[in-house]
Nanobody, 123 residues
Framework: QVQLVESGGGSVQAGGSLRLSCAVS????????MAWYRQTPGKQRDLVAN???????AYADSVKGRFTISRGNAKNTVFLQMNSLKPEDTAVYYC?????????????????WGLGTLVTVSS
């Protein structure tokens, strides 16, 4: 069973910074990508930043130049450094991992989510 544990959310004033962390554990065979999404009440969950197994990154236009996604040395941890935060960045942030898991049946696809961490930015 794969588990994702997020941390680092909280409240900050506009212009401040936060660093989110997500640690992935379980019988993971390979990781294709890790990503951060965010969601506000009544709206869909949107991609914030993505990093592939090879290290290629991609960002939503709204966070380019302010947010940085990176992976830890152990490759099963992903971080989101958020600088110059704005009130519109307020949301629940979710960690996502895609790849494959090893079971007695062989390899199965992996698409797992964390429970989310709340980020609140006040003006």
């Amino acid at each position: 069973q794969v588990q994702l544990v997020e941390s680092g959310g909280g409240s900050v004033q506009a212009g401040g910074s936060l660093r989110l962390s997500c640690a992935v554990s379980g019988n993971i065979f390979s990781i294709t990508s890790m990503a951060w999404y965010r969601q506000t009440p009544g709206k869909q969950r949107d991609l914030v930043a993505n990093i592939t197994g090879g290290g290629t990154t991609a960002y939503a236009d709204s966070v380019k130049g302010r947010f940085t996604i990176s992976r830890g040395n152990a490759k099963n941890t992903v971080f989101l450094q958020m600088n110059s935060l704005k009130p519109e960045d307020t949301a629940v942030y979710y960690c996502n991992v895609r790849g494959s898991v090893l079971s007695y049946q062989g390899l199965n696809p992996l698409d797992a989510w964390g429970l989310g961490t709340l980020v609140t930015v006040s003006s």
